[in-house]
């Protein structure tokens, strides 16, 4: 019984440490020197194992199942699949460049949003979501706080915005 209630405590506390140390680290370079930071790459691993156990439940679904179990089992299979395909976009494909002329978003769609420094009307910083939006006057960028190399970000942003972390809402 304590097993049951503790060891998902600990499994999260244990990843919410690991990608947050992880956010710690330098971010990749490219060849001209800008800043690419990504998630780590726990979040596109998770994605291909959720996506595994919804394979896994589908052919359950259609081999093992019957009736009601089987519609069940097939739609949680489903989600499973479309689930992990989004976290393995968003830790595989989606980054952020830190350039000299501004800041650039590739979401996991492939799309491209920039935003250059001297556009930057607002900083806020989500407790509950971990994001820090970024904000012009017609685009929004979203930074999760597990991006290896947000410490840089939000130091670039400082220097740029005259803003400290602290008036961003960012913990220390």
């Given at each position: 019984?304590?097993?049951?209630?503790?060891?998902?405590?600990?499994?999260?506390?244990?990843?919410?440490?690991?990608?947050?140390?992880?956010?710690?680290?330098?971010?990749?370079k490219?060849?001209?020197?800008?800043?690419?930071?990504?998630l780590?790459?726990?979040?596109?691993?998770?994605?291909?194992?959720?996506?595994?156990?919804?394979?896994?439940?589908i052919?359950f679904?259609?081999?093992?199942?019957?009736?009601?179990?089987?519609?069940?089992?097939?739609?949680?299979s489903?989600i499973?699949?479309?689930?992990?395909?989004?976290l393995?976009?968003?830790?595989?494909?989606?980054?952020?460049?830190?350039?000299?002329l501004?800041?650039?978003?590739?979401?996991?769609?492939?799309?491209?949003?920039?935003?250059?420094?001297?556009?930057?009307k607002?900083l806020?910083?989500?407790?509950?979501?971990?994001?820090?939006?970024?904000?012009?006057?017609?685009?929004?960028?979203?930074?999760?706080?597990?991006?290896?190399?947000?410490d840089?970000?939000?130091?670039?942003l400082?220097?740029?915005?005259?803003?400290?972390?602290?008036?961003?809402g960012?913990?220390?």
């Amino acid at each position: 019984m304590i097993l049951k209630n503790i060891l998902p405590v600990i499994v999260v506390t244990l990843v919410m440490g690991l990608l947050l140390a992880a956010s710690k680290n330098k971010p990749k370079k490219d060849e001209i020197g800008n800043s690419i930071l990504q998630l780590p790459k726990l979040y596109p691993i998770i994605g291909i194992l959720v996506i595994i156990g919804g394979i896994g439940l589908i052919i359950f679904a259609f081999f093992f199942a019957n009736g009601t179990d089987q519609v069940l089992a097939a739609v949680c299979s489903l989600i499973a699949i479309v689930v992990g395909l989004l976290l393995f976009a968003k830790g595989y494909i989606s980054h952020i460049k830190l350039t000299d002329l501004g800041i650039i978003e590739t979401t996991m769609f492939a799309k491209q949003k920039e935003i250059k420094w001297n556009e930057i009307k607002d900083l806020t910083f989500g407790k509950t979501s971990l994001e820090l939006k970024i904000k012009s006057a017609d685009k929004n960028i979203k930074a999760h706080m597990h991006l290896v190399g947000f410490d840089e970000l939000v130091s670039k942003l400082e220097s740029k915005t005259g803003k400290t972390r602290s008036q961003i809402g960012i913990p220390e």
